[in-house]
């Protein structure tokens, strides 16, 4: 038996910062980072917040990538100011921070707060999620944290906080988007529910990420883009995600790439994977079913070609012409800060980690060690 549920309640369009105005919580702490509490943007939320005589404190101490002791910072800043709610106004790692900073306060003194995301950025869709990516920068690994009582209570959508976001975050973000919404799509928890909200996601990033990156101020694209964002997370929240964000997190753990951008990077090389088809390949009488998911992905973004081979090349091909377009690498060596002696030395480990990775379980294809190291060498 399956199951489907949306638990948390989701306001968007215009003005949908005024929902703060109405929220039946009285004391309240803000989480989030230096640079938002630091700009003018703060006063988006906080004005709300004080017209409507509510109670609060701004709680910024926020890193990406938010390592261990943040969290138990967090948390003893929330047990000792008592807060009834936490608002997480920030992108991907703040949102974790606040779902972490909130479970382990809400565990140990059996008390309730409730959580309201607000995301400004449109990639991580965590505003919707049970997941929280917490790091061991000691150990280098990232460790996914999925509970049902780290969903948020509400979440705010409004394209007025990704105004300041510049080209590179847009593109690396919107990625973001694609990659959930297609590992979502292909995931062996798949299920028609996730798949309709993964489905509309890559539609509105074919349409509409390249426009948000070239013209920051298309403030259609922004809101179609921050949705996007919201539907893909609702899909991999249901049906999780593969290995593209199994390795990944591991990339981002030992080289300090942002997330985004390290799962555009493996797109490419994870749907060769994935399909067994690359451009040696020829047609096949029968096809594993994730090559159907990858055909129904391909057309629809308008890449319908001659058959199964040429409809999958044109998917990756199109996804390495995004990576360029916005001037994302298409290897690490291009980069050209990581020491290549380094990056293959920590293959081995990144590899095992990799399939230890909660997201890796429910990739359509069961790899190996050796499959990944070779993922791993080939985006060198």
Request: aromatic residues 8%; glycine residues 4%.
């Amino acid at each position: 038996m399956k199951s489907f549920d949306i638990k948390t309640k989701i306001y968007f369009g215009d003005n949908a910062i005024d929902r703060l105005r109405e929220l039946p919580y009285k004391k309240i702490m803000i989480v989030t980072d230096k640079f938002f509490s630091g700009s003018s943007m703060l006063r988006i939320v906080t004005q709300p917040l004080s017209e409507s005589n509510k109670e609060f404190r701004v709680f910024n101490d926020v890193v990406p990538d938010p390592p261990i002791d943040k969290i138990v910072v967090g948390v003893k800043a929330v047990l000792e100011y008592k807060p009834d709610c936490l608002i997480a106004v920030g992108g991907g790692s703040v949102i974790d921070s606040a779902k972490a900073i909130r479970e382990f306060a809400n565990r140990m003194h059996e008390s309730k707060i409730a959580l309201v995301a607000i995301p400004t950025t449109s990639g991580t869709g965590s505003e919707v999620t049970s997941f929280s990516v917490i790091t061991d920068p000691i150990h280098h690994i990232k460790y996914p944290l999925v509970s049902d009582t780290m969903l948020p209570e509400e979440a705010i959508l409004d394209e007025d906080l990704v105004k300041s976001v510049p080209p590179n975050v847009t593109a690396d973000t919107g990625m973001d988007v694609l990659t959930h919404a297609i590992e979502a799509y292909t995931s062996i928890n798949n299920n028609e529910f996730s798949a309709a909200l993964a489905e509309k996601a890559i539609e509105i990033c074919g349409a509409f990420l390249l426009r948000a990156y070239l013209d920051g101020n298309d403030w259609h694209a922004r809101r179609k883009m921050h949705v996007a964002s919201c539907l893909a997370g609702l899909a991999f929240n249901s049906a999780s995600l593969g290995l593209n964000h199994g390795m990944a997190h591991q990339i981002g753990a030992n080289f300090h790439i942002a997330h985004g951008r390290a799962n555009a990077m493996l797109l490419p090389h994870i749907i060769e994977f994935n399909s067994g088809i690359n451009i040696h390949s020829r047609s096949q009488k029968e096809y594993p079913k994730q090559v159907e998911k990858y055909v129904s992905i391909a057309r629809l973004l308008g890449l319908q070609n001659f058959n199964t081979i040429t409809t999958v090349r044109a998917l990756v091909n199109w996804i390495q012409f995004m990576n360029k377009e916005m001037n994302i690498p298409l290897s690490i060596s291009q980069m050209g800060n990581i020491p290549e002696m380094e990056y293959r030395s920590k293959i081995p480990q990144m590899a095992e980690a990799a399939l230890a990775d909660a997201c890796t379980a429910t990739n359509p294809k069961v790899p190996t060690k050796a499959d990944v190291m070779r993922i791993y060498e080939e985006l060198w």
